[in-house]
Nanobody, 115 residues
């Protein structure tokens, strides 16, 4: 059974930083495409950053230069380092892994950036 458990969300002031973690079990992250998505109240879920099994990384324009996606293969964990946070980054953040036959999602972690 695949489980993705996010952590690291919280309340931070504008300009602050947070690091989100996504710990995986039942699936090997390094051989599957994965990423972070977010959903703000009243809005659709949107892509934040992705990383392929080969290490190719993409970012949404809105976070490029401020956020960094990475993974630790030994810990089977993916991270999202978020710097220079803005109020518009407030959302529930979800990790996502594309398995061979199914897409898996974590339960989400709330990030709130106060102005």
């Amino acid at each position: 059974q695949v489980q993705l458990v996010e952590s690291g969300g919280g309340l931070v002031q504008t300009g602050g930083s947070l690091r989100l973690s996504c710990a995986a079990s039942g699936i090997i992250l390094r051989i599957n495409p994965m990423g972070w998505y977010r959903q703000a109240p009243g809005k659709q879920r949107e892509l934040v950053a992705t990383i392929t099994s080969g290490g190719r990384i993409t970012y949404a324009d809105s976070v490029s230069g401020r956020f960094t996606i990475s993974r630790d293969n030994a810990k089977n964990t993916m991270y999202l380092q978020m710097n220079s946070l803005k109020p518009e980054d407030t959302a529930v953040y979800y990790c996502n892994v594309q398995g061979r036959y199914e897409v898996y999602w974590g339960q989400g972690t709330q990030v709130t950036v106060s102005s």
